[in-house]
């Protein structure tokens, strides 16, 4: 089962600065690879799948990348919505897995 | 718009079963163009697959809970089920259902809002 690991815990930014978010997998996942956000109290909203295919309704600045072992979420100018939980998820061979989160606050 | 919602009971002794349904709106569970699973965050931490069901019947486990699960759908009532039998603290959590697409990673596209389930005497 490929372990995913999520970098860093927390990154403090500002609104309209850039966010770069790491998830990096124990093997080989190819893009089968997820984003989400989550805020408190609140169900996890899909992001991004297949690596860098944006789900249905969400902004341009949200942008997915990588293949293989190493992904990265990018927001390319953080609005005051976005800040947030934001986890990792891979399934390979039916052994789904998610990171353990990367808290983007102010 | 689909909708999900978790229903079942809040408080669950220690040994018993869990039991939880997932009300499905918008949406055919048996229509075969989506996966349908069970997800839980341990309070304060991330998130744990728990499994998931296809139309056929085929089902999907996280191993290390596999011998406690049990889920199933009901497409007459459009919803499906989870079962965790001999529960202790460390199952409790937030407990949702929610959708995933056919897509590579079966990524999860729409959620319910959560159901608090506690194990406590």
Known sequence: ?106 | QVQLQESGPGLVKPSQTLSLTCTVSGDSINSGDYYWGWVRQHPGKGLEWIAHIFYSGDTYHNPSLKSRITISMDPSKNQFSLRLSSVTAADTAVYFCARSMLAAGTPFDFWGQGSLVTVSS
């Not at chain 1, 770069?20 to 093997?27: D, E, G, I, K, V």
């Not at chain 1, 080989?28 to 297949?50: C, F, M, N, V």
């Not at chain 1, 902004?59 to 976005?82: H, K, N, Q």
């Open chain 1, 1 to 106: 089962e490929a372990v995913l690991t999520q970098s860093p815990a927390t990154l403090s930014l500002s609104p309209g600065e850039r966010a770069t978010l790491s998830c990096r997998a124990s093997q080989s996942i190819s893009t089968y690879l997820a984003w989400y956000q989550q805020k408190p109290g609140r169900a996890p909203r899909l992001l991004i799948y297949e690596a860098s295919t944006r789900a249905t309704g969400i902004p341009a600045r949200f942008r997915g990348s990588g293949s293989g072992t190493d992904f990265t979420l990018t927001i390319s100018s953080l609005e005051p919505e976005d800040f947030a939980v934001y986890y990792c998820q891979q399934r390979s061979n039916w052994r789904l897995t998610f990171g353990g989160g990367t808290k983007v606050e102010i």
